[in-house]
C-alpha cells in the first residue's frame, strides 16, 4: 500500500499541478501541501479519492486512515480486524 504523500504525488502527476489536483480533488492546494509535507492529517475523504485517482481500491486506505486516528492500538487494530472480516485484502 502507497503512503498518502505518494498518492498526493501521483494525483500532482496525473493533474500536472498540485493546484491543479487540489481542485480535481475538491480541496484548497494549502490543506493538500500540509498533508503532503506531513503537518496535517488527511481526511479519510481525500484519502478515499486519491486512492481512486491511482486506481487503486480506497477501502485499505480509507480503513487505515480511520485507524490511525483512534486513540489506543487497541482500538485502532479491532477497526482493523473488523474490516478485515468483510474483505481480506485489508
Request: overall charge positive.
Amino acid at each position: 500500500m502507497k503512503s498518502v504523500d505518494s498518492l498526493i504525488d501521483n494525483a500532482i502527476a496525473l493533474c500536472g499541478t498540485e493546484y491543479k489536483a487540489a481542485k480535481t480533488l475538491g480541496v484548497k492546494q494549502g490543506p493538500l501541501g500540509e498533508v503532503r509535507k506531513g503537518r496535517r492529517t488527511a481526511p479519510v475523504l481525500l484519502v478515499g479519492k486519491l486512492a481512486e485517482m491511482a486506481g487503486e481500491d480506497p477501502l485499505p486506505y480509507m480503513v487505515e486512515t480511520l485507524a490511525s486516528l483512534q486513540t489506543n492500538e487497541q482500538s485502532a487494530n479491532e477497526l482493523r480486524r473488523l474490516f478485515r472480516m468483510r474483505n481480506p485484502k485489508i
